[in-house]
């Protein structure tokens, strides 16, 4: 065995040592692949510049500093709205490995995701979002990705349905021909009541499994302030959830009141109440904007960010904003959910019945999905095994002709000796390395171990600015709460602060008003604001 291969052998099982092991869905539930601890998500929704175009993940300066800091805070996933198929994302993965942080990305580009407005799904938006899975599926530490989100906000675009399953369908097909790993495929709902469970069951119903959703997502944001499981209707989450055959989560969640009620439905997701059937959620957001969902701050202007996607963006340290940063803190740190090891969970199926076509739901239970013209999904070949009888395979490069080989009767210029020690000496250093990344790997278990103890016995934050405030005497210091937003919330959002997809126009509803602003190019909207003497806000939908 030459230098050359151990080296590289060196390089594979180190490298394998240090990285993440994929999260795969298996029945219900989510499972590191290597350990079988069942996995449950702590995730934030994470973007750095506002606007729609901007791939988070191609700063690598600013992913190391804000992947440092969501380790402390206790993130152990992070949702990506916008990513380029052509850009670089090496480096930035790798800062969010080196923090045990998972990515969970939507495969929609602004200008390839679904469009209410004109149902389809294309050969342009396959090959898009095959691109995207293309240049991420390489990531040990891609936690999932999504095919759309909540392009069935009402009852009207129920008629999505169908093309959004198509698309998993499709996607699924195209991860396995392409020999990748089961990288979970999904939805993210939107929190619309006549038609959530509907769009739930829709998603993994008929005996055709292939078309079925990996996960089901919602975005959902009713548990605020002094909420409570039943109020908030986490309860009625909870029991919706019931027998249903693939993960479940929420890919949003949050709620922009000041203080520790903020984070109330983290006890019930990631506690006892749900946990059983829920595999976590994903709180909006990691930045603060005007909505005050955030939970730090960058040390610039928001004119300063407007990155036009040319040159090198600068990276800028983030802050925590106090005492929101630390009350998140202290809730994750209590919630250390174990589940049920993957050598204890048998999954077990039971066929979900198509919804049928009354109320608000649009879609006939025989409709069948659509395809898209002339596609055809190729299945790679699986690598021909080695013939090790083979001599051609084994036989040596032939060396250099100014260098003879042989001795004058055809023998190794080598003696016996050197040849013993070298078939002892490479085995060894083989053995050797694999010891190293053995080691390595139970280094690395052994700290998340650590983590997690410390995690549990401790009650709160490392650090509260609020805290020390109060011990030093001085009490909470009332500059650092955000304040309140006045008056029309939706009047004061960024028309360019997108989380969601395609549509020409914004309809934006308060009570049974409905108004029709001025024509946005902007196709994504921030979540819902609740105010305390007021009417409820609901979210920005498109039309």
């Known amino acids: 065995m030459s230098a050359s291969v151990v080296a590289l052998l060196a390089a594979l099982l180190i490298s394998r040592s240090l990285c993440l092991a994929p999260i795969e869905a298996v029945g219900a539930k989510l499972y590191d692949s290597e350990s079988g601890e069942q996995f449950y998500i702590r995730g934030i929704a994470y973007s750095v510049v506002d606007g729609q175009d901007y791939d988070a993940l191609s700063n690598p300066a600013q992913c190391k500093l804000d992947a440092a800091l969501m380790e402390t805070l206790g993130v152990n996933t992070v ?41 389809e799904w294309t050969m342009d938006m396959f090959t898009s979002f095959t691109k995207t899975l293309d240049a991420f599926a390489k990531y040990n530490n891609l936690l999932a990705v999504i095919v759309s989100n909540e392009i069935i906000n009402d009852e009207r675009s129920s008629v999505m349905a169908p093309y959004v399953k198509a698309a998993i369908r499709d996607i699924k097909a195209y991860r396995d021909g392409q020999g990748y790993r089961k990288i979970p495929v999904g939805y993210s709902a939107a ?21 079925h959703a990996d996960f089901f997502a919602m975005n959902r944001y009713s548990w605020c302030g002094n909420s409570t499981f039943i109020d908030s209707g986490y309860s009625e989450l909870y029991d919706e959830a019931e027998n249903y055959p693939v993960p479940i989560f929420l890919s949003e969640s949050g709620c922009n009141n000041i203080g520790d009620s903020r984070f109330g439905d ?21 930045k603060e904007e005007v909505n005050r969902y955030g939970v730090i701050s960058y040390e610039f202007s928001t004119s300063a960010l407007s990155y036009t996607g040319t040159g090198t963006p600068a990276a800028y340290t983030p802050t925590p904003i106090s005492p929101d940063f630390y009350n998140l803190q202290s809730h994750w740190n209590t919630l250390t959910p174990t589940g049920t090891p993957s050598s204890d969970y048998t999954p077990t199926y039971t ?51 100014a260098i003879p080989n042989t001795t004058s009767s055809g023998t190794s210029n080598l003696s016996t000796g050197t040849k013993a020690a ?44 609020v805290a020390q405030d109060s011990q030093g005497g001085g009490g909470v210091v009332t500059e650092f709460f955000k304040p309140e937003v006045e008056g029309n919330p939706i009047a004061q959002l960024h028309a360019d602060d997108v989380r969601h997809e395609l ?41």
Request: charged content about 20%.
């Open 79 to 119: 949702r990506v709205y916008t990513v380029g198929s052509e850009t670089p994302h090496d480096e930035c993965m790798k800062y969010f490995d080196d923090a045990e942080i998972y990515v969970l990305i939507d495969l929609a580009a602004p200008k390839t995701g679904f469009n209410r407005t004109k149902p």
């Open 266 to 286: 983290q006890e019930a997701i990631l506690g006892p109440q749900m946990n059983d059937r829920y595999s976590g959620a994903v709180l909006y957001e990691w």
């Open 351 to 401: 066929e979900v019945s198509c919804p049928a076509s009354i109320g608000a739901w649009s879609v006939r239970q025989a409709a069948t999905l659509p395809t898209i013209d002339n596609l055809v999904i190729t299945t790679k070949p699986a690598p021909v095994a080695a013939d090790i009888s083979s001599t051609q395979i084994f036989a040596a490069p032939s060396p250099p002709t």
């Open 422 to 465: 070298i078939g002892v000496a490479v085995p060894l250093g083989v053995v050797a390395l694999v010891v190293v990344a053995f080691f390595l790997w139970r280094r690395r278990r052994r700290r998340r171990r650590n983590k997690k103890a410390a995690a549990a016995a401790d009650n709160g934050p490392e650090y509260s600015q």
């Open 191 to 211: 929190d619309v009541n006549s038609i959530r469970l509907d769009t739930q069951n829709y998603l993994v119903c008929g005996s055709n499994v292939s078309n």
């Open 503 to 543: 549509g020409s126009q914004a309809v934006y509803q308060m009570g049974d008003q409905e108004r029709e602003p001025a024509e946005l190019e902007a196709t994504n909207y921030p979540p819902p604001q609740e105010l305390s003497n007021g009417p409820s806000v609901r979210r920005l939908v498109e039309r």
